[in-house]
């Protein structure tokens, strides 16, 4: 499962993410986010400790 940063670089086109990403199906690795982590990687303020 990806963290939010993980995310974010592979929304910003990231080419080391993007590669991770496209071989998972290969290694029979899922890829799996939460609800969270996607508002998360769109923006980083959410989810912060005040």
């Known amino acids: 499962m990806p963290d939010a940063e ?6 910003r086109g990231d080419g080391g993410m993007m590669a991770l990403i496209k071989a998972a199906p290969d290694r029979d690795v ?16 959410v989810g912060r400790a005040a």
Do not use: C, G, R, Y
């Open 6 to 11: 993980a995310l974010s670089m592979a929304v």
């Open 30 to 45: 899922e890829i799996v986010t939460s609800a969270l982590t996607t508002i998360q990687a769109w923006d980083p303020q």
